[in-house]
């Protein structure tokens, strides 16, 4: 008894030290201090760790310390990540009755007449690179942003808050589904805090406002709904989660096998019949929803105008590249400039024919077997990109915790380094530091896939749908 009480007070100092911590974080740090920005990263993750190592089976413990550490966040202005004054303009321009992807918010200003409470602030917190663009967050986005503006129009931090809570209510229905589909798949449940506690998703996700946490939730919705034999609830589902995000879109072909395949019989047999309806309508559940998601935007320059700003992020923005950085420094040996434009097109077809490659080769059977398949897909997707975010490696991570490969969670920690861009004041990257952060995360990938490959999956291929 007298053990169990010094333990559980040694975890509630933790907690309470991780509180100031996180306070630490959210109200005084400024980017651009690298030194104190990775020495907060690097004792969060100690503290979480050993949380998690302290008290693998009181979920009651570790879910308080989860939610405490994401409140500490809700009265703060982010201080890594600039894009929530987008989304507080895309919010205030739809509840004033304006479709926010037919303008752009520098003409707005240029012209002196936006119709929004704050507009010039808005502006200059965007940044002029983000208001010289159209939006390209995608529908349900544009409704959680416009809830923000309901409840907080002529507020900026009241905006922030909004977001916060609804970030927050999407990670604790993360942690039921996501605690559901581990036990559904007798896997240890005690995995979905190295995604509920993992610092990098409470302070990029809830601390820096990105709404990768609710296309999370939908994922790991659609996922445990699929698990559960309600395909066509997990297709409108998963509709939604490509509507807060479109990168789901990237998982649609890996879902082939997962429907065609009938191990009713007691081994893997291809089903035409029975398994190609079910996957073709999955497949129409999910872009009609999708459509009908986007259809009261929807205009001939919605589309010109959405089109080109997606198309930006394969051939004119760059930032913590793996692979691209490579092909950029010999395209500068050989041709003597930079490639972008040329490899902008051609690596996302190479991630194509690789996660065609994934959908037919490997065996996606199972929901674990296709988790694991979404997990190496998206990671190579991210590999072959011209910008990876810090944020966007939250969906690799969120779902590793029901694979075998777990360098999502070493690339969560590393993924730090890239912040190095932000000492200089004119943002320029560091590619020392983005060569130690991908070497770190290929070297942890590479010895666990030789792992992988020397044992059968115990756990993970015994289980199916």
């Given at each position: 008894?007298?053990?169990?009480?010094?333990?559980?007070?040694?975890?509630?100092?933790?907690?309470?030290?991780?509180?100031?911590?996180?306070?630490?974080?959210?109200?005084?740090l400024e980017r651009t201090d690298f030194l104190k920005l990775i020495s907060l990263w690097s004792v969060t993750f100690f503290i979480s760790y050993k949380l998690i190592q302290q008290n693998p089976n009181n979920w009651k413990l570790l879910a308080v310390a989860a939610l405490?550490?994401?409140?500490?966040?809700?009265?703060?202005?982010?201080?890594?990540?600039?894009?929530?004054?987008?989304?507080?303009?895309?919010?205030?321009?739809?509840?004033?009755?304006?479709?926010?992807?037919?303008?752009?918010?520098?003409?707005?200003?240029?012209?002196?007449?936006?119709?929004?409470?704050?507009?010039?602030?808005?502006?200059?917190?965007m940044g002029q690179l983000n208001g010289h663009h159209y939006t390209n967050y995608p529908p349900v986005s544009q409704f959680c942003y416009f809830i923000a503006a309901l409840f907080a129009s002529k507020n900026i931090l009241g905006s922030a808050i909004v977001f916060r809570a609804l970030l927050i209510l999407a990670d604790v229905g993360t942690f039921f589904f996501?605690?559901?589909?581990?036990?559904?798949?007798?896997?240890?449940?005690?995995?979905?805090?190295?995604?509920?506690?993992?610092?990098?998703?409470i302070i990029e996700l809830t601390g820096n406002l990105h709404f990768e946490a609710v296309m999370i939730f939908f994922i790991i919705l659609s996922l445990y709904l699929l698990q559960k034999g309600y395909w066509y609830w997990a297709a409108i589902v998963f509709a939604l989660s490509v509507s807060v995000k479109l990168i789901?879109?990237?998982?649609?072909?890996?879902?082939?096998?997962?429907?065609?395949?009938?191990?009713?019989?007691?081994?893997?047999?291809?089903?035409?019949?029975?398994?190609?309806?079910?996957?073709?309508?999955f497949y129409s559940i999910i872009l009609t929803t999708v459509f009908l998601t986007f259809a009261p935007f929807l205009s001939g320059a919605f589309l010109n105008n959405f089109g080109k700003t997606i198309?930006?992020?394969?051939?004119?923005?760059?930032?913590?590249?793996?692979?691209f950085f490579i092909i950029r420094w010999i395209g500068y040996q050989i041709v003597g400039w930079?490639?972008?434009?040329?490899?902008?097109?051609?690596?996302?077809?190479?991630?194509?024919?690789?996660?065609?490659?994934?959908?037919?080769?490997?065996?996606?059977?199972?929901?674990?077997?296709?988790?694991?398949?979404?997990?190496?897909?998206?990671?190579?997707?991210?590999?072959?990109s011209t910008t990876v975010h810090p944020w966007y490696i939250a969906v690799p991570l969120s779902l590793c915790v029901y694979t075998n490969y777990k360098f999502p969670i070493v690339w969560s920690?590393?993924?730090?380094?890239?912040?190095?861009?932000?000492?200089?004041?004119?943002?320029?990257?560091?590619?020392?530091?983005?060569?130690?952060?991908?070497?770190i995360v290929f070297a942890v990938l590479g010895v666990e896939i030789y792992q992988n490959s020397k044992s059968v999956q115990p756990s993970l291929t015994t289980s199916s749908s």
């Open positions: 008894m007298l053990q169990q009480w010094k333990h559980n007070k040694f975890s509630i100092l933790l907690i309470l030290v991780g509180i100031l911590f996180y306070w630490s974080f959210a109200y005084q405490a550490f994401r409140l500490v966040f809700l009265f703060a202005i982010p201080n890594l990540s600039q894009d929530f004054y987008r989304f507080i303009w895309d919010g205030r321009m739809l509840l004033e009755g304006f479709n926010p992807y037919l303008s752009l918010p520098e003409v707005w200003i240029t012209n002196g007449n936006a119709p929004i409470a704050q507009a010039q602030e808005l502006y200059a917190g996501g605690k559901k589909l581990l036990k559904s798949l007798n896997l240890p449940e005690k995995q979905i805090f190295w995604y509920i506690l993992n610092p990098f998703i789901p879109l990237l998982f649609l072909p890996l879902f082939f096998k997962k429907f065609i395949i009938d191990k009713r019989s007691g081994f893997d047999k291809i089903s035409i019949t029975s398994g190609l309806p079910k996957l073709l309508g198309s930006l992020w394969f051939q004119n923005f760059e930032f913590n590249a793996s692979i930079n490639v972008i434009e040329t490899a902008g097109k051609i690596l996302p077809i190479v991630v194509i024919v690789i996660l065609l490659g994934i959908t037919f080769i490997r065996k996606n059977n199972t929901i674990p077997q296709l988790i694991t398949a979404i997990v190496i897909g998206i990671c190579t997707y991210y590999f072959l920690f590393v993924i730090i380094l890239s912040y190095t861009a932000y000492i200089h004041p004119d943002f320029k990257e560091n590619l020392w530091m983005v060569g130690l952060e991908y070497f």
